[in-house]
Protein backbone atom coordinates (compact mmCIF):
# COMPACT_ATOMS: atom_id res chain seq x y z
CA UNK A 1 0.00 0.00 0.00
CA UNK A 2 2.74 2.30 0.51
CA UNK A 3 4.01 2.76 -3.26
CA UNK A 4 0.49 2.86 -4.23
CA UNK A 5 -0.58 6.00 -2.24
CA UNK A 6 3.09 7.11 -2.20
CA UNK A 7 3.34 7.30 1.61
CA UNK A 8 6.36 8.58 2.50
CA UNK A 9 7.52 10.07 -1.06
CA UNK A 10 7.47 14.03 -0.95
CA UNK A 11 4.74 15.74 -2.05
CA UNK A 12 6.03 16.74 -5.53
CA UNK A 13 7.01 13.28 -6.57
CA UNK A 14 3.23 11.96 -6.40
CA UNK A 15 2.15 10.34 -9.30
CA UNK A 16 -1.63 11.24 -10.78
CA UNK A 17 -2.90 7.75 -10.08
CA UNK A 18 -1.46 8.02 -6.22
CA UNK A 19 -3.01 11.81 -5.83
CA UNK A 20 -6.32 10.28 -7.11
CA UNK A 21 -6.22 6.98 -4.75
CA UNK A 22 -5.56 9.57 -1.94
CA UNK A 23 -8.38 11.88 -2.79
CA UNK A 24 -11.05 8.86 -3.11
CA UNK A 25 -9.91 7.32 -0.09
CA UNK A 26 -9.97 10.44 1.52
CA UNK A 27 -13.41 11.66 -0.07
CA UNK A 28 -14.95 8.18 1.63
CA UNK A 29 -13.21 8.93 4.50
CA UNK A 30 -14.91 12.43 4.79
CA UNK A 31 -18.32 11.58 4.12
CA UNK A 32 -17.75 8.96 7.16
CA UNK A 33 -16.43 11.91 9.21
CA UNK A 34 -19.75 14.00 8.32
CA UNK A 35 -21.98 10.97 9.32
CA UNK A 36 -20.21 10.20 12.53
CA UNK A 37 -20.61 14.19 13.02
CA UNK A 38 -23.43 16.23 12.86
CA UNK A 39 -25.74 16.96 9.26
CA UNK A 40 -25.35 20.97 11.09
CA UNK A 41 -22.10 21.12 10.52
CA UNK A 42 -23.11 21.38 6.61
CA UNK A 43 -25.07 23.65 7.44
CA UNK A 44 -22.80 25.94 9.38
CA UNK A 45 -25.56 27.01 11.46
CA UNK A 46 -22.90 28.54 13.65
CA UNK A 47 -18.68 29.72 13.93
CA UNK A 48 -18.51 26.72 16.03
CA UNK A 49 -19.71 24.85 12.98
CA UNK A 50 -18.30 26.90 10.54
CA UNK A 51 -14.53 26.28 12.13
CA UNK A 52 -15.09 22.29 11.65
CA UNK A 53 -15.85 22.67 8.05
CA UNK A 54 -12.95 24.78 7.44
CA UNK A 55 -10.41 22.85 9.94
CA UNK A 56 -11.43 19.28 7.71
CA UNK A 57 -10.75 21.16 4.85
CA UNK A 58 -7.59 22.06 5.58
CA UNK A 59 -6.65 19.40 7.06
CA UNK A 60 -8.06 16.81 4.92
CA UNK A 61 -6.27 18.58 2.01
CA UNK A 62 -2.65 17.94 3.48
CA UNK A 63 -3.60 13.92 3.09
CA UNK A 64 -4.15 14.45 -0.70
CA UNK A 65 -1.70 16.37 -1.79
CA UNK A 66 1.18 14.69 0.34
CA UNK A 67 1.91 17.70 2.98
CA UNK A 68 0.98 15.67 5.82
CA UNK A 69 1.50 12.20 6.90
CA UNK A 70 -1.27 10.14 5.54
CA UNK A 71 -3.06 8.43 8.04
CA UNK A 72 -2.34 10.72 10.92
CA UNK A 73 -3.85 13.47 9.03
CA UNK A 74 -6.92 11.46 8.82
CA UNK A 75 -7.08 10.33 12.40
CA UNK A 76 -6.54 14.41 13.36
CA UNK A 77 -9.67 14.86 11.21
CA UNK A 78 -11.35 11.75 13.14
CA UNK A 79 -10.39 13.15 16.14
CA UNK A 80 -12.01 17.05 15.11
CA UNK A 81 -15.03 15.83 14.47
CA UNK A 82 -15.58 13.68 17.25
CA UNK A 83 -14.36 16.80 19.10
CA UNK A 84 -17.42 18.59 17.89
CA UNK A 85 -19.62 16.09 18.42
CA UNK A 86 -19.01 16.30 21.65
CA UNK A 87 -19.13 20.06 22.08
CA UNK A 88 -21.89 19.92 20.02
CA UNK A 89 -23.81 17.39 23.23
CA UNK A 90 -22.23 19.44 26.18
CA UNK A 91 -23.70 22.79 24.53
CA UNK A 92 -26.89 20.80 24.64
CA UNK A 93 -26.74 19.74 28.55
CA UNK A 94 -24.99 23.15 29.56
CA UNK A 95 -26.39 26.24 28.41
CA UNK A 96 -23.35 28.27 29.63
CA UNK A 97 -21.15 25.99 27.77
CA UNK A 98 -23.18 26.44 24.40
CA UNK A 99 -22.97 30.10 25.17
CA UNK A 100 -19.61 30.05 25.57
CA UNK A 101 -18.81 27.47 22.50
CA UNK A 102 -21.91 29.41 19.96
CA UNK A 103 -22.18 32.79 21.45
CA UNK A 104 -25.76 34.08 22.30
CA UNK A 105 -28.25 36.43 19.79
CA UNK A 106 -28.14 40.20 20.71
CA UNK A 107 -31.39 42.38 20.63
CA UNK A 108 -30.93 45.10 18.02
CA UNK A 109 -34.48 46.33 17.52
CA UNK A 110 -36.69 46.59 20.52
CA UNK A 111 -40.06 47.84 19.79
CA UNK A 112 -39.31 49.30 16.77
CA UNK A 113 -36.08 51.47 18.16
CA UNK A 114 -32.57 50.60 16.81
CA UNK A 115 -30.30 49.51 20.12
CA UNK A 116 -27.16 51.43 18.84
CA UNK A 117 -24.91 49.84 21.69
CA UNK A 118 -25.91 46.26 20.64
CA UNK A 119 -25.51 46.97 17.25
CA UNK A 120 -21.68 48.94 17.44
CA UNK A 121 -20.72 45.72 19.36
CA UNK A 122 -21.22 43.07 16.26
CA UNK A 123 -21.03 45.42 13.99
CA UNK A 124 -24.36 45.86 12.01
CA UNK A 125 -25.66 48.80 10.72
CA UNK A 126 -28.86 50.19 10.06
CA UNK A 127 -28.79 49.83 6.56
CA UNK A 128 -28.07 45.91 7.47
CA UNK A 129 -31.17 45.91 9.55
CA UNK A 130 -33.35 47.35 6.89
CA UNK A 131 -32.01 45.42 4.34
CA UNK A 132 -32.83 42.15 6.21
CA UNK A 133 -35.96 43.63 7.54
CA UNK A 134 -37.15 43.86 3.61
CA UNK A 135 -35.85 40.53 2.60
CA UNK A 136 -36.84 38.33 5.52
CA UNK A 137 -39.66 40.18 7.22
CA UNK A 138 -41.11 41.76 3.98
CA UNK A 139 -41.63 45.42 5.93
CA UNK A 140 -40.19 48.58 5.24
CA UNK A 141 -40.86 50.44 8.58
CA UNK A 142 -38.81 49.65 11.36
CA UNK A 143 -41.67 50.68 13.57
CA UNK A 144 -43.60 47.30 12.71
CA UNK A 145 -40.66 45.45 14.14
CA UNK A 146 -41.27 44.28 18.01
CA UNK A 147 -37.96 42.69 17.79
CA UNK A 148 -34.78 41.94 15.93
CA UNK A 149 -31.52 39.71 17.03
CA UNK A 150 -28.84 38.37 15.39
CA UNK A 151 -28.82 35.03 15.52
CA UNK A 152 -25.98 32.86 16.49
CA UNK A 153 -25.82 31.50 13.16
CA UNK A 154 -25.15 34.95 12.21
CA UNK A 155 -28.56 35.28 10.46
CA UNK A 156 -31.15 38.11 11.28
CA UNK A 157 -34.63 36.91 12.79
CA UNK A 158 -37.85 40.00 12.87
CA UNK A 159 -40.68 39.68 15.14
CA UNK A 160 -43.49 41.67 13.96
CA UNK A 161 -46.02 43.77 16.11
CA UNK A 162 -49.00 41.79 15.91
CA UNK A 163 -51.84 43.63 14.50
CA UNK A 164 -54.36 45.39 16.34
Known amino acids: MTPLLGLGAEPKNLTLVQIVLRGLIVFVAGLIMLRLGDRRA ?3 KTTFDTLLIVLLAS ?3 RAINGSGAFFATLGGSFFLVLLHRALAQLCCVSHAIGVWVKGEPYVLVKDG ?3 HAAMR ?3 VSQHDIEEDM ?5 VEDIGEIRVARLERSGDLSFIKHEPA
Open 113 to 115: RYQ
Open 134 to 138: RLSAK
Open 59 to 61: VLS
Open 42 to 44: LAQ
Open 121 to 123: KKS
